[in-house]
């Protein structure tokens, strides 16, 4: 048996919740809403999976999740000076997670997806030869 679901009323303009509308009635009717918006970073540690020199080579199969590829565009900017994320794709024609086909019938890949965002990228099968060197 289904249950009903309840009816709830709509939101007044400008708010978020029930509860805010009522706060702004009320007992924090004389405060500013919504005044700046205030930027934030969140820190997180990042563990590359290998290093030639300043390259710092992050070997990927595909990426699974959309925000997991916005990671890589926060480390790219958290690294320090003359230092360069590359990655090698294990298939690089590979489509990006929820990517929509286009007009023209093909996909956002991996290696467009990198190319977009400036990224230097290998395939498995062509590495630069130096980085097989001892």
Known sequence: MRRKR??????????DSHL????KKGGLSA???KPDKIQYTINKMYNPDCRYGNTIIEV???????EEAAKYLWIRDALEEGEE???????????????KRRKDGTYNTHAAWADRHGFIWYDKK???????KK
């Open 6 to 15: 309840r009816k709830t009323k709509p939101l007044p303009k400008g708010c």
């Open 20 to 23: 805010e509308a009522d706060l």
């Open 31 to 33: 405060c500013t809403w």
């Open 60 to 66: 990927k199969g595909r990426f699974r999740t959309s």
């Open 85 to 99: 994320l590359v990655f090698v794709f294990s298939s690089p024609n590979c489509k990006m997670p929820k990517a």
């Open 126 to 132: 062509h590495l630069p030869t130096e980085w097989g």
